[in-house]
């Protein structure tokens, strides 16, 4: 080998490289290390000798080309956690020593940062197609919901929005939290304690709102008591509350619960902020949709609701296309260029914005005045005697004591979760009876409609019955009540749809967006 300028010892490049450099025993331990790779590995040299190296040592070395991210490339990914709150991934390579039996030198460098971008542009991009392709607004919400904690390795995830009332939020979207029913009476009980709701300072100002060490000082007030120990279940420590805006409104609001050891930075933020924009957009669309299925079915689906066929779905459809566009490109693995992120998601705001204007525009041309608003027992009645005298079907009728205690905005869902669901007995079933049940017990409301139709045959699965416009839209309705809603068929022949709907405990149905007193609030 010729050599020209300064002569400079192996020895001596090996610890000024500035990737990381060591050398593993046969036992998987560190033998030697370079500067750099001390530095990586963030613990003392002394440590590190004799300690176990994160890296799987190959006793047949490839020689591929770099392929990070790609199933069997020679360069792999290992993460490594040497002290609390230091968590980093190493992309490494091995190669055994040919002159030293059994010993493997590694080198590897930090690629953290550069894959938790990757993995936020995913998140961003499945987060589109999410909002293009999920069947209700809870599964949309929850699903991003998803996306943040895993994009982010956070403790837990929550998206709040207003009621149909607009006087109280409502969790409608969850991650790393396990369903808790009487969670909003707990939180209610908090405020009048004098704890303070920051996520309501980022609902009213608008503003982001982060809190460093909040469990810590949550943990240590006492009128925090009644959560103690459902906040307790995670591990987290930092707070960060997003607000959820709809053309310059407040919607909701989207909370981060950070793990041990995040430090919430500009770009985490800049990254819930992009996170709660697809949700604002999920929560308007889903707004502006219900509405125009109530129109579109008093309407007795007329322009308005070809019109939504004809033209708003065709762009749904084209904005799906464009976030499976993104979803692919971040897929990959591969670094996604700002000019094609910007491009694509430029194509999406002009097509979301189209829709958003076509529907405010069908919501204009028809406006029926509302009908009147009789007792739900009655209501319920008068349908079934409307229905027995224009189709002919006989109903039997099975009302328990309680309905009295279902809130006016839950009654007007309950009641049209049974019309959609005696409509499409009536459109679909071929019935000759059907029998209604209604019954409130332990603060549970439960309404059956079955009949003795043709029920649910192979072909019919998954068509326009089960999974359309209709029972869609019941699925909506109790989901937004935290409910459910199943369809299966009976044993004696026909099918049976039964929902069940949580009614809200005493009088609070939920947080209230504005508080009654902001002034003796505590402000941890």
Known sequence: MVEAGPSVSWSTLARHTPDGLAIVDPDGLFLRLNDAAVVLCARPLDDLIGMPAPFELSRNP???????????????????????????????????????????VVTFRDVGEERHRQRRVTAVARASATLASEGSITATLDALAREVLQADALAGVQILTLDRSGEALRIMGSAGFRRRPDFFERLVQC?????????????????????????????????????????????????????LLVRGRSAGILNAFFAPGQVVGGRAVEFLEAMAEQAAVA?????????????????????????????????????????KSMAVLG????????????????????????????????????RPSSPPQPGLEEAVRALVESCTNRTGLRFGLRIQ??????????AEDVYRILAEAVHNVVTHAKAGRV??????????????????GRGIGAGRVGGDELGGYGLTSVRERAERWGGTV?????????????????????DEEGVPATPVDRGNEARP
């Open 62 to 104: 490839q020689v591929d080309p770099l392929a990070l991210l790609e199933e069997g490339g020679a360069e792999q990914v290992c993460l490594w956690a040497p002290v609390a709150g230091v968590r980093r991934e190493f992309a490494y390579r091995t190669r055994p020593l040919p002159d030293h039996s059994g010993l493997t």
């Open 191 to 243: 405020r009048e304690r004098g704890a303070g709701l920051r996520m309501l300072d980022a609902f009213e100002q608008r503003e982001p709102v982060v809190v460093a060490d909040r469990w810590a000082s949550v943990r240590e007030d006492p009128a925090w008591q009644p959560l103690h120990e459902y906040l307790g279940e995670l591990d987290w420590n930092w707070f960060a509350s997003v607000p």
């Open 283 to 323: 929560v308007d669309y889903a707004s502006l949709l219900q509405n125009e299925r109530e129109l579109a079915r008093r309407g007795e689906r007329q322009k308005p609701a070809r019109d939504l066929h004809d033209s708003i779905v065709q762009q749904v459809f084209s904005i799906g296309m464009q976030a």
């Open 331 to 366: 897929g990959r693995g591969e670094t996604v260029s700002a000019d094609s992120v910007r491009r694509i998601a430029d194509e999406v705001g002009l097509l979301a914005r189209t829709v958003l204007a076509d529907l405010r525009a069908m919501v204009h041309e028809l």
């Open 401 to 410: 004591q309680g309905l009295a205690r279902v809130p006016p905005e839950m």
């Open 435 to 452: 029998t209604i049940r209604t019954g409130v017990r332990d603060h549970t409301l439960t309404i059956t409609v079955a009949d003795d």
């Open 486 to 506: 199943c369809v299966r068929p009976r044993e004696a022949g026909g099918t049976a749809v039964s929902a069940v709907l949580p009614l809200p405990p005493g």
